[in-house]
């Protein structure tokens, strides 16, 4: 992975669906798509066109499935994804040779680097400049002349919407699930005079956004512009790579647990407490505990001693809840021998993979770190990326370009990691046809460096390399650039960074006008997606 002045144009993502097989990974401009239901697995290619930064499933009004990308090439695309069920015969040698783009929007002003979802029809994303924006879909139904065939139109409803700016490369980008426990203070007004206060229910999320400065910001969303809490935890701060959600142990939703893994190899554990009204003046987060590799034993052991950067060999590059309380009976799960959830790590420099066990505290009523029954599991090279598959599974690939499951079992009387590697054959075949053919032969996954979008040195502009940009940059940051939109119907899947709009729909070319060029329209806006 190049660093410095030189190109950053090697990059891996990934996303899943968890209980569903339903996995993608991203290297550079391919996207690897894997549908496993356990017995049978199908896996697709698609070239994106771009360098992709991030990956993530979406999931419409009408219960398709689709994937969405974003990346260098600064626009937004989206892929209709069939599920495993629905694959005949017929189209399985059509998925396994490339998934038409179903729509595409862009470009943005700055490259793409992190992409989520939220609902059926709402994409956020962020940019290089640390700015995060809203983009929302509509779904209109769409009849095939003299077929009878009824499909699905994706349109914009508008143009991106601007929500936040961190000035700066964002590193980590999460949102959390619902929050069931959270309540809104609505004033209403009696008898012209008296005031009754009544409870209502919020449903919103946690949106976290973390950048190179060390800043860890969780806002209120949708309405962004209310900050909820900086998450300080010790001097000095360290980049945050990693964010996983722990569900309430106890089933009430008055708390919410974040598991945050740091650049430096730190853990840090922290509630919320979600009966907090908004116009409270308390933070919501608290700090229960932190670790560090120390802590879990793996250090000394395994980091080679010879690492050029030892925070690079210790950053956290995955964390995973796993939880197998539902595949056990009851008295084991009460019975306080096993530890039936945990975290799964994943670090840079560690061919370990460390199951750290959760146990909840009736006294104190609070999440904590088992410490006692820590397990590792030796992996043959060293991870490059991590992402729940099942309640108790998470999809690992390696630098070898190896899939493997690890499964949380129960084993005589306490916890376990199974590790599996037979299951994605298909998948590993494509992935090592891959890297074996790019230029940097089979190196390309080893010498990858998961954090050069925002780990770089400053360079001095007399000396740096010119002409080196990724080849999916095909405008510069700070250019004008003319945006298009496409529907289902596109003819654009193998250049998306130079589509342009032929339909003369005049409402989707308005929309584009506003969302391209060097100075965007930033609407803020409060409502609820």
Known sequence: MSSGGETHDHSVSIAS?????????????????????????????????????????????????????????????????????????EQSNLFSAGIPLSFSVGPHTKRITHVATCGDSTILFADKFGEVYRLSLTWTPDQ???????????????????????????????????????????????????KTRTMLPLIGRRLFTCDKDRHARVSCYPDTFRIEQFLWNETPQSVVTSITEIPDPTGLGKNSYFVVGCFNGMIHLWVADNTLLDASTSEPFTLL???????????????????????????????VHVDMSSSINTEIHTNGKSNTQGIFIAYAGIKDVIFVPLKYDISTQKLSFSMETIKQTHLESFPLAMIGLNNDSAFLLGRDGCPRILRLIHKETESTIQLVKECYAELEKEIVNYTQGAADG?????????????????????????????????????EDGNGSVEGVDTSAAANNTANTTTNGDTVEKKNMEQMVGSKVPRTESGGVV
């Not at 626009?75 to 069920?85: D, E, F, G, V």
């Not at 699905?152 to 949102?175: D, R, W």
């Open 17 to 89: 669906v968890r209980g569903e097989g339903l996995i993608a990974i991203g290297i550079n401009t391919k996207i690897f798509i894997v549908i496993h239901d356990g017995v049978k697995e199908q896996t697709g290619v698609v070239d994106d066109g771009q360098v992709v930064r991030g990956v993530a499933f979406l999931q419409s009004s009408t219960g398709s499935r689709y994937l969405v990308s974003g990346g260098d090439g600064k626009r937004i695309n989206m892929y209709s994804i069939p599920t495993l069920k629905g694959i005949s015969e």
């Open 144 to 194: 095939t002349p003299n077929s009878g065939v009824t499909t699905t139109m994706i349109k914009c409803g508008s143009a991106p919407v601007f929500l936040l700016q961190h000035f700066s490369v964002i590193s980590t980008f999460f949102l959390s699930s619902p929050i069931s426990g959270k309540s809104l203070m609505d004033h209403s007004t009696e008898n012209g005079n008296e």
């Open 289 to 319: 505990t932190t670790l560090s590799p120390e802590d879990v034993g793996v250090v000394n052991s395994t980091i080679p001693t010879t690492a050029d950067d030892g925070a690079t060999t210790r950053a956290v590059v995955s964390l």
């Open 442 to 478: 089979t190196l390309l996954l080893r010498d990858m460096n998961l954090f050069a979008l925002w780990n770089y040195d400053a360079v001095d502009p007399r000396t740096r390399k010119r002409n080196a940009r990724a080849v999916s940059e095909d405008d510069d940051d700070n």
